[in-house]
């Protein structure tokens, strides 16, 4: 079922502090969570652990008919999909 998460796909938090912001998906662990980053708060240093469960995947992803190369990844090259892939750059809006 889960089987369709990829790394570097685009995927949207449902539930969680996070919730209705962008990631990438950086490395499917086993068939619950994924690592998940942003380029700003969730850096490839840091990603953030993510059941997979509680995100929204969508058919987007980096480097469509390329191999996902994590090697190559820069924190620029996230923040710069995001920002064109993501409909509101992958920020969530903020609440006054």
Known sequence: MMADLKPGQLVRSLAGRDKDKHY????????????????RSRTL??????????????DRGMNPGEPFEVEKLTESDVISFLKSAAPDGGVPEQEV
Not at 27 to 35: E, G, I, P
Not at 45 to 58: E, F, S, V
């Open 24 to 39: 990438i998906v950086l490395q499917v662990l086993d068939d619950k969570y994924v690592f998940l980053v942003d380029g």
């Open 45 to 58: 240093a840091r990603p953030k652990r993510k059941n997979i469960a509680h995100l929204q995947r969508y």
